[in-house]
């Protein structure tokens, strides 16, 4: 799953992910494929649980 649908799916769920390749020029950098997450919302179980069935699909 690209970073951007990720980010799409945890909206529907109002989980915030910001996708890396929104802050990275250069779109083949392994960056690109990153994701960004408030800290300070991390530690929400939803959270975790919202990756984990993502990481399983």
Avoid: W
């Amino acid at each position: 799953m690209d970073d951007m649908t990720l980010a799409r799916e945890g909206t529907k769920e109002s989980i915030f992910i910001a996708p890396g390749s929104l802050f990275c020029l250069d779109k083949n950098s392994p960056l690109a494929r990153a994701i960004r997450i408030i800290v300070s919302r991390a530690s929400n179980p939803n959270f975790y649980e919202f990756l984990l069935r993502q990481l399983h699909m």
